[in-house]
């Protein structure tokens, strides 16, 4: 995976684990931090919100919580539709994250079943 900084491509190593296994590194800067506001965002504690969005600001800026809420917000938005209409993942996607998808544990959500309903040969 690629990161542009200051005009320039940087090579990353990002580890997915760490999505699912929040002691791990995940390899981006300020990954730790982001996974935690992440987290914070869909949890019922506020004060741990506030203290993952410090953290956030603090490590890699203001401009980053807004960045990170602004994502999160409309990745929800955009998943909800999908869901709610029942729209499968395309079956080009599917053969690209086969891997990722069992490794996360992906095919497990209900919503999964929106798509091996029609691909069931993707499971």
């Known amino acids: 995976?690629?990161?542009?900084?200051?005009?320039?491509?940087?090579?990353?190593?990002?580890?997915l684990e760490a999505l699912i296994k929040p002691t791990l590194e995940i390899?981006?800067?300020?990954g730790k931090e982001i996974l935690n506001f992440a987290e914070a965002l869909i949890?019922?504690?506020?004060?741990?919100l506030d203290k993952a969005r410090l953290e956030l600001a603090d490590k890699l800026s203001p401009a980053a919580v807004s960045a990170a809420s602004a994502?999160?917000?409309?990745?929800?938005?955009?998943?909800?539709?999908?869901?709610?209409?029942?729209?499968?993942?395309?079956p080009k996607m599917l053969k690209?994250?086969?891997?990722?998808?069992?490794?996360?544990?992906?095919?497990?959500?209900?919503?999964?079943?929106?798509?091996?309903?029609h691909f069931p040969e993707e499971r």
């Open 1 to 15: 995976m690629f990161l542009r900084e200051s005009g320039r491509a940087t090579d990353l190593k990002i580890n």
């Open 27 to 30: 390899g981006v800067p300020g």
């Open 43 to 48: 949890g019922p504690d506020r004060s741990i």
């Open 71 to 90: 994502i999160a917000a409309n990745f929800t938005k955009n998943d909800r539709i999908a869901n709610g209409c029942g729209i499968p993942s395309e």
């Open 96 to 117: 690209a994250s086969k891997d990722i998808r069992a490794n996360l544990g992906l095919n497990d959500y209900r919503s999964a079943e929106n798509t091996f309903k």
